[in-house]
């Protein structure tokens, strides 16, 4: 059995009649390679590179009693994703789960915040929007609604009453 550390002669018993054997001049090569070997390690650890810092912003839903829902969103989120993930309860809010099928996700806007939405709302959304209760001019299907930045403290209406386009009645 080779003996690997001189080091260890002081640790275990066993190895202190081998040590005598051991080029005195391997012992520090030994050491220098657990050296090595240990900062690499520690390198490979500290080297991870951090994850971008996701931006975050503020909405506030309010609802049909007056009551106000805030919580923090990532920008490029939708309006329905933020309401899923923060467990918020809008009772039927988004029952098509953002397939553009049910109406659900019906919020209204201010004006003001209803002209930051990058994008317009597609036939698609408008045809949907068409069967929402209580439609306005700055409604929007939340489900199609992607939080942008300048859209810090946004305050969306839900309204009084949910309209799911699939119900046959
Ligand atoms: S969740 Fe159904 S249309 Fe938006």
């Known amino acids: ?76 989120e939708n309006l329905l994703d933020i309401i899923i993930d923060n467990d918020i309860d809008i009772d039927g809010f988004g029952a098509c789960e953002g397939t553009l099928a049910c ?10 915040d209803y002209d930051k939405i990058p994008e317009k709302p597609t036939d698609e959304e408008l045809d949907m929007l068409d069967l929402a209760y209580g439609l306005t001019n700055t409604s929007r299907l939340g489900c199609q609604v992607v939080i942008t930045k300048d859209m810090d403290g946004l305050q969306v209406q839900v309204p009084t009453s949910v309209v799911d386009a699939r119900d046959p009645s």
């Open 1 to 76: 059995m080779a003996c690997r550390a001189g080091s260890l002669r002081f640790l275990i018993p066993k190895f202190a009649s081998c040590v005598n054997r051991v080029n005195p001049c391997t012992v520090p090569v030994l050491i220098r390679k657990t050296q090595y070997r240990n900062s690499a390690s520690r390198l490979r650890f500290s080297s991870t590179v951090p994850k971008p810092k996701k931006e975050m912003v503020t909405v506030h839903f309010i609802q049909s009693d007056g009551s106000k829902l805030t919580t923090t969103a990532a920008v490029g």
């Open 103 to 112: 109406s659900t996700c019906h919020l209204i806007f201010k004006q003001e």
